[in-house]
């Protein structure tokens, strides 16, 4: 493993209700992502971080926000969850090569 | 914007036979490509890499070539086993460091 650990591993919520992912890195790594997975689709960017306070949106951010106050977490939230958010989210680091290191995984499901 | 296109699967293969997945590539720039492995219920892995036209990535006998002219990376192997079985993606890197993802390819190895 790459030292990332992402919680909660698995997380059923209702519709409308706040979730928080996070993401944690032992490595000390500028770069960190989310992704979100869902068939069809491979795993799509939601937010980056290039450094504490430094981020930016990906292609599927809308309803999302996301949060890095130090360097080892970055931090997901889903404002008002929705069944459409439902997926698997991925967290990954960028190494000094800029080569990507993917986490384990978390689990969403929205009822 | 940057896209990846791959073949569609599912794939199913019997014991030693030859893979091949194809991945085709549109982009502005020289980016770099990846292929990724994900095993069942785990995070994506790097299989390989090239940063460069004509680059050939290898690893855990997989290869693939980085073909300018054609843009594309397809991945093969000579002889797969059952511990291949896995979903295989494609992705490039652009020149800010994020990664476009394929849809995946499900490989099914049959003993």
């Known amino acids: 493993d790459a030292g990332i650990t992402q919680s909660p591993r698995h997380k059923v919520t209702e519709t409308g209700t706040p979730v928080t992912l996070r993401c944690h890195q032992t490595?000390?790594?500028?770069?960190m992502y989310w992704y979100r997975q869902d068939p069809g689709h491979g795993l799509r960017l939601i937010h980056y971080?290039?450094?504490?306070?430094?981020?930016d949106k990906g292609e599927v951010s809308d309803g999302y926000s996301v949060s890095r106050s130090k360097t080892e977490d970055f931090l997901l939230t889903l404002e008002s969850a929705t069944s459409s958010q439902t997926s698997v989210y991925f967290c990954?680091?960028?190494?000094?090569?800029?080569?990507?290191?993917f986490g384990p995984g978390t689990r969403l499901t929205v009822t | 914007g940057d896209s990846v296109t791959q073949m569609e699967g599912p794939v199913t293969l019997s014991e030693e036979a030859f893979l091949t997945i194809n991945c085709t590539y549109t982009?502005?720039?020289?980016?770099?490509l990846f292929w990724y492995v994900q095993y069942p219920g785990e995070g994506l892995q790097l299989l390989l890499k090239?940063?460069?036209?004509?680059d050939k990535g290898s690893n855990k006998g997989f290869e693939a070539t980085y073909r300018k002219e054609t843009t594309s990376f397809h991945l093969e192997k000579g002889s797969v086993q059952v511990s291949d079985s896995a979903v295989y993606f494609c992705?490039?890197?652009?020149?800010?460091?994020?990664?476009?993802f394929g849809a995946g390819t499900t490989v099914t190895v049959r003993a």
């Open positions: 990954a680091i960028g190494r000094t090569d800029h080569e990507q290191y």
């Open positions: 090239a940063t460069k036209a004509d």
């Open positions: 971080s290039y450094g504490v306070k430094d981020t």
């Open positions: 992705a490039l890197r652009d020149n800010d460091y994020k990664l476009s």
């Open positions: 490595e000390n790594h500028r770069y």
């Open positions: 982009a502005t720039g020289y980016p770099s």
